[in-house]
């Protein structure tokens, strides 16, 4: 394999392209992985320290447990890159939570899937360092894009794990700011006596097509309904808290942050909604 572009996935060495990774992969799926890419310069892996012990704390901050240490980590990607004989090399270093059926909730025992990639460097890369270079500047939107339903779900299953070590079924996201978004995979109404509150769908939540259908049949009910920001103090001060999604459709949350929602139990409005709701599937 000498001077081959080569991948080590999950124990073996291969050429680059006969390495395939599961349609059921955490990374593919959700983004729900971690990376380090590293040069070497005449053979020698630059900075190679700094880079596992960065992936060693990017694994820990998102509780991935790595299959070695950092040590041992080392060692494989020093490894790996030999076998390539590249002397001038790029190296790419992912480790995917690993594949099982898609679920937000990870299972604790999942292996993780390791791939380690060895290429030449690209052209561009072979510029005059010197040639200078021209820039725009924009918005900082990362984690600010909450309306693309994108499979960047790092957060959202992070959420969904702190709430199962929490004992409970729902996370419920709150800003610095103390307003309320949306919950880890569905959209969050409360009910104020006799109206109906959910944010406003713009780009802090993904405007649910669930949360569609409910403000319709709120409005089919003569329910008023609001779509304005509110606060946790609400939330949690609210006769009513339900989620929606396509999945589980409409369901009342009854305890947030140990706290008691109403009178505890599902309220009127949350099962004529999710009556409506259920024909309205029915009847299509
Ligand atoms: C973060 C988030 N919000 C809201 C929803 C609800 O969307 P929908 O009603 O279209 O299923 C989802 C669904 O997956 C979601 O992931």
Redo the contacts with the bound molecule.
């Keep these: 394999m000498s001077l081959a572009e080569l991948a080590y996935l999950n124990g073996e060495l291969t050429e680059l392209h006969s390495a395939m990774v599961s349609i059921d992969d955490r990374a593919f799926l959700f983004g729900d992985g971690i990376y380090e890419v590293v040069r070497s310069y005449d053979r020698r892996l630059f900075g190679l320290d700094g880079h596992i012990d960065r992936l060693v704390r990017s694994a820990a901050a998102i509780e991935l447990k790595l299959p070695v240490d950092a040590v041992g980590f080392k060692e494989l990607v020093r490894t790996v890159y030999k076998k390539s004989e590249i002397t001038d090399a790029l190296v790419y270093i992912q480790v995917s939570r690993g594949a099982e059926p898609r679920n937000h909730l990870f299972s604790l025992d999942l292996k993780p899937a390791v791939l380690i990639t060895v290429r030449h460097l690209p052209d561009y890369l072979f510029s005059d360092h010197m040639d200078p270079l021209t820039a725009i500047t924009v918005p900082d939107g990362r984690w600010d894009m ?1 309306h693309i ?1 994108s499979t960047s779900l790092l957060a ?1 299953i992070l959420a969904k794990h702190k709430a199962r070590e929490a004992g409970v079924d729902e996370a419920i996201f709150v800003r610095r700011n103390g307003l309320v978004t ?6 969050v109404f409360i009910v104020q006596e006799e109206t109906v509150l959910t944010h406003p769908a713009d780009n802090r ?2 405007g ?4 569609g259908f409910v403000l319709d049949l709120c409005a089919k009910q003569d329910l008023r309904t609001v779509e304005r920001e509110f606060s946790r103090d609400e939330l949690l001060s609210a006769g009513e808290v339900f989620v ?4 589980y459709e409409i369901r009342p949350v009854v305890r947030v942050d140990g706290q008691q929602i109403g009178d505890g139990q599902p309220g009127r409005v949350t099962g004529m909604l999710l009556q409506a709701y259920r024909a309205l599937t029915a009847d299509q």
């Design positions: 909450c339903k959202n949306e919950a880890y995979a569905s959209n939540i993904l649910g097509i669930t949360r929606t999604n396509s999945v």
